[in-house]
């Protein structure tokens, strides 16, 4: 603590090991914390440690971290526990900019968003309480500002140059990590704490010898026009300097004006990032309160439900039981995490009062309409808000990237909780004697009920975004993933498919969708405030397809000693369950150049 209070002050690369790893191990505990596996946690945090000329090996478990960082003169071990697990996936995607906002300031370039300004704007902004907002509002100035020059280009040529310069990597992480390899301290083209905007203007007085080629290059972005700078520009080289002064160099103007300021300044007047700047963000960042009330989790969770149960095949009255259940369950599982009371407890409580309330639902309607009393499986329903998604699934992906004690670990979590829930399911069902035995047909038509199906996975996976604390453009990207692979996968497995295939596909389907929707964002052909993070798309698009009913009816009859049957459901829930993270592994695969190879 002395060497890190030391350094508080200073530029982080001139910081010594402790306070480097400070900064690494603060990243991951956070990253873990929201909720994403082990192989992510990683990443980022050797994503944070290469500009700093720092190795870390870590060790990554469900609630731990034991990281062994050294700068190749001195060595440091830091663990990190945390009292229990959760999802935050608002947090998971501003640690993205902030990483990309390190980077950037350390001369490394972004990793994970191709314009690098929405990053350096959100982290200005973190104490604003709607960050999308934030990254909207910036990310519509920035494309003003784009019109506005790109307008100003007479020639054909002049175009052409813009679009090159604004054109994305195919690849920009390993890019990235490419520049970054060449500009570590000690070769040539070493830049150490380097802001972003004046890397390139560095390059090219290292290349054109001296003062004047800066002076030129600084001259060129601040008035003259694109047609001067494409005739000095003649060889490969100096291209692509201009396309990176492009990119990089142009400050916003408006509302966001103030926080670019050093843009365009000479090194002189130029800062890194010191320590003190990095934990100050990484702070805001830790201590943001839900973007959702308890109240308002609730009612996301209650249409999350109520969509749930129509589309495994239930009518109104089982909707409406649901949604009730639901909704009281997991606003009383809200407030009772503000106490940090233990999980299984509070899964165990909340569970049972879902299932009361909706079953107490259906006896208020049965009244007045006795059909009501016939519906036995709703409650089954009004448990589905527990299910652990995302530790079910990264559990998987951690699998997939060898990491087997941290894949089993959560594997063993996700147990734990199905355990307790159906276990409370099943006690209150044999109180007030219920007997479930699936839904009855609805008897719509095939179109209509494809409809139907696309608008309530679309509610439904939006209610598992609001619980996963997704800001809401996140929420509906998610949605609209989700819309699509879950219909597909419904429609299919009326066709014959088995649904553990149907499974697989949507997953897969669900994998490429994120990817391709999050390379479009790199390439300008959305908006660059819509880069979210694949995990935070793909987890709540396929949530509504894990087998809450199969998992059920086997503790059912497993209470009821019938073993035979209780092994069958369990099986079925088994091979489903497996299949969802094997489709998005597979869709990582075909996507994703570090997971295609094993390096």
Not at 335 to 342: D, I, K, Q
Not at 386 to 398: E, H, K, R
Not at 402 to 415: A, N
Not at 416 to 433: D, E, N, P, Q, Y
Request: charged content about 20%; hydrophobic content about 45%.
């Amino acid at each position: 603590m002395e060497d890190i209070e030391r350094d508080w002050d200073k530029p982080i690369t001139e910081a010594g090991i402790a306070a480097k790893a400070s900064v690494i191990v603060r990243v991951g505990m956070l990253d873990l914390g929201a909720g994403t596996g082990s192989f992510r946690v990683r990443e980022m945090m050797h994503r944070i440690a290469y500009p700093l000329g720092v190795h870390v090996r870590a060790d990554v478990n469900l609630t731990d971290i034991e990281a062994a960082c050294t700068d190749g003169h001195d060595r440091i071990t830091e663990v990190v526990d945390l009292p229990t697990t959760g999802v935050n996936t608002e947090r998971i995607w501003l640690l993205e900019h902030f990483a990309d906002w390190f980077n950037v300031n350390l001369g490394t370039g972004s990793m994970y968003h191709s314009r690098t300004e929405v990053s350096e704007g959100l982290m200005q902004h973190l104490d604003q309480r709607d960050a999308s907002q934030v990254s909207a509002d910036l990310s519509k100035q920035l494309r003003k500002e784009r019109k506005g020059i790109k307008g100003n280009m007479g020639s054909e040529a002049q175009r052409e140059l813009w679009n090159q310069a604004t054109e994305a990597d195919d690849d920009p992480v390993l890019d990235a990590l490419e520049h970054a390899e060449q500009a570590r301290p000690g070769t040539q083209d070493a830049q150490t704490a380097r802001p972003l905007d004046m890397r390139g203007i560095d390059r090219a007085e290292r290349e054109q010898g001296g003062q004047t080629g800066r002076e030129a290059e600084y001259h060129a972005e601040r008035g003259q026009n694109a047609q001067s700078r494409g005739e000095r520009c003649d060889d490969a080289r100096e291209r692509r300097i201009a396309r990176r002064l492009e990119r990089t160099q142009r400050p916003p103007k408006g509302e966001y004006a103030s926080h670019f300021d050093h843009v365009g300044q000479r090194p002189e007047h130029r800062r890194g990032v010191t320590v003190r700047q990095a934990h100050e963000r990484l702070d805001m960042i830790e201590h943001r309160k839900p973007l959702y009330s308890p109240a308002f989790a609730g009612l996301a969770s209650a249409c999350a439900c109520a969509a749930f149960v129509f589309l495994l095949g239930g009518g109104p009255y089982d909707m409406i039981g649901a949604f009730v259940g639901a909704g009281l369950g997991h606003w009383l599982r809200r407030r009772m995490f503000v106490h940090h009371l233990n999980q299984f407890f509070v899964t165990f409580v909340c569970v049972s009062v879902a299932a009361l309330a909706c079953t107490g639902m259906l006896r208020l309607i049965g009244l007045f309409d006795p059909v009501a009393l016939q519906h036995d499986t709703a409650y089954i329903g009004a448990m589905l808000f527990v299910i652990p998604g995302f530790p079910m699934i990264t559990g998987g992906l951690d699998m997939a990237k060898i990491d087997f004690p941290s894949g089993i670990q959560r594997v063993t979590y996700v147990l734990c909780i199905v355990l307790i829930a159906t276990l409370a399911g099943w006690m209150v069902a044999s109180i007030v004697h219920l007997n479930p035995q699936g839904f009855e047909p609805l008897g719509l038509s095939p179109v209509i009920e494809c409809l139907l199906r696309m608008v309530f996975a679309f509610i439904g996976v939006w209610g598992f975004s609001v619980m996963f604390n997704s800001p809401q453009r996140m929420c509906l990207v998610a949605a609209v993933i989700g819309m699509i692979t879950d219909t597909l996968r419904l429609e299919i497995v009326d066709m014959g498919v088995p649904a553990e295939a149907g499974a697989f596909i949507g997953a897969l389907l669900a994998g490429l969708l994120a990817s391709a929707w999050r390379s479009s964002v790199r390439r300008g052909l959305l908006p660059p405030h819509l880069g979210y993070p694949r995990i935070c798309l793909t987890v709540p698009s396929i949530v509504i397809m894990v087998p809450g009913m199969y998992m059920y009816r086997a503790m059912f009859y497993l209470g009821a000693f019938d073993t035979l049957h209780a092994l069958d459901w369990a099986f079925r829930a088994f091979m489903v369950i497996i299949c969802l993270p094997i489709g998005l592994v597979m869709a990582r695969v075909l996507t994703d150049k570090s997971w295609r190879y094993d390096v």
